[in-house]
């Protein structure tokens, strides 16, 4: 188990976010270089960012506490799913009729979906689902995610081995 930042877009935090024009935070280059330090190691010391950056202990800690509360960034354990007792994971993508943010809203809700995501192209919505087992996995998908109000049909992809997953991709 391993400390990341992961950068978070999630439309519950997007409502406490400073406006800019497109309703995300201002962030000057000092708080851009905190999260990358962040990103490479989130159990960093302030004080060794601070060193990093050119600011105090104090005022890293006070920079990395607005970005939290901004919903900027989350500072969180990340772990590989199979060692901590889940041995199925899934994309599921979604095709909906009518409203498709209120099934969004709904899979958000549902603790094994792990990742939702309205898109364009073939699906309406894409969700990642984290189940103990296959035997999870299909109740998550016909009695959680099928049953929903909208929902028109599904396809999975079942994940047979995770190559990659990382948080690492820094800042603009």
Not at 137 to 162: C, H, M, N, Q, W
Request: hydrophobic share 40%; aromatic share 4%; net charge negative.
């Amino acid at each position: 188990m391993h400390s990341e930042v992961v950068a978070s877009r999630n439309a519950d935090q997007k409502d406490s976010r400073e406006s800019r024009s497109g309703g995300t935070p201002q962030l000057d280059a000092v708080s851009l270089a905190i999260i990358e330090q962040l990103q490479e190691d989130g159990r960093r010391p302030y004080a060794a960012i601070g060193k990093a950056v050119g600011l105090s202990e104090a005022a890293v800690r006070q920079r990395v506490q607005k970005l939290l509360d901004q919903g900027v960034m989350q500072i969180v354990a990340v772990t590989d799913p199979l060692t901590v007792g889940f041995r199925r994971q899934a994309m599921v993508g979604i095709n909906v009729e009518g409203d498709v943010e209120s099934v969004a809203d709904a899979l958000a809700a549902m603790s094994e979906c792990e990742y939702v995501v309205m898109t364009a192209g073939s699906f309406d919505l894409m969700v990642e689902i984290v189940c103990e087992d296959d035997d999870h996995l299909l109740d998550v998908i016909s009695k959680g995610i099928r049953a929903l109000p909208g929902v028109r049909s599904t396809e999975s992809f079942v994940y047979l081995r995770l190559k990659k997953q990382t948080y690492m991709w820094g800042t603009r």
